[in-house]
């Protein structure tokens, strides 16, 4: 079985420019969770989506936004990037009812904001 | 959500039982203690919970006191494969997040 794909694994945007980070989970898993990690810290939680709906949202700018398709994969949108964006952004799928050990993630996608 | 607090780094040598601790002096009552490990590059990777008492897998003992103020994380005889950044995470079993605090780097030398 495949984990949690993401695409690209790499990507290199200059300050100002929009990106788009996609996310395709576990087969079966109907949630999706995006976090940002940037060097030497953990990773912070940006969004959750359940079934397409959004579920919980952590402490980051509407620059910052996503979606879920029916398909379940998902993106993440960044507008207006600030060289402050550049981070590894991960994606994790959680199976229905699943808890904190549920969680697979995949290996994230590394943003360079130059 | 429970703050946790975990020492930065740790070094240590291939064949050695390395034990890490967690403080969590503000638990709740539901929370549950989760561990994952982090490669570089990699994403972060489920490696035990518990609640209370000793809970053991085959990657690692997870070992929690009657006050639950703390645990600590027993990886027996590690490898180099073994050089990561463990994360103790606190919270409720089915939260809709997880929050990572910085982390231990754990460095293993042959």
């Known amino acids: 079985d495949a984990g949690v794909t993401q695409s690209p694994t790499h990507l290199i945007k200059t300050r100002g420019q929009h990106v788009t980070l996609r996310c395709s989970p576990i087969?079966?898993?109907?949630?999706v969770s995006w976090y940002q990690q940037v060097l030497g810290q953990g990773p912070q939680f940006i969004f959750q989506?359940?079934?397409?709906?959004?579920?919980g949202r952590g402490n980051f700018p509407d620059r910052f936004s996503a979606r879920q398709f029916p398909n379940y994969s998902s993106e993440l949108n960044v507008n207006a990037l600030l060289l402050g964006d550049s981070a590894l952004y991960l994606c994790?799928?959680?199976?229905?009812?699943?808890?904190?050990?549920?969680?697979?993630f995949g290996s994230g996608t590394r943003l360079t904001v130059v | 959500l429970a703050k946790t607090t975990q020492p930065i780094s740790m070094d240590s040598y291939e064949g050695q039982e390395v034990n890490i601790t967690c403080s969590h002096n503000?638990?709740?009552?539901?929370?549950?203690i989760t561990w994952y490990q982090q490669f570089p590059s990699q994403g972060p990777r489920f490696i035990i919970q518990?609640?209370?008492t000793k809970v053991t897998n085959e990657v690692a003992s997870l070992f929690i006191p009657a006050d639950r103020k703390s645990s600590t994380l027993s990886l027996p005889r590690v490898s180099l494969s073994d050089t990561a950044v463990y994360y103790c995470?606190?919270?409720?079993?089915?939260?809709?997040?997880?929050?990572f605090g910085t982390g231990t780097r754990l460095q293993v030398f042959p």
């Open positions: 994790a799928s959680l199976a229905a009812g699943g808890f904190a050990y549920g969680y697979t």
């Open positions: 087969s079966g898993h109907k949630s």
């Open positions: 989506y359940y079934e397409k709906e959004e579920r």
């Open positions: 503000n638990i709740a009552t539901n929370d549950y």
């Open positions: 518990g609640y209370k």
């Open positions: 995470l606190v919270g409720v079993d089915n939260t809709d997040k997880l929050i």
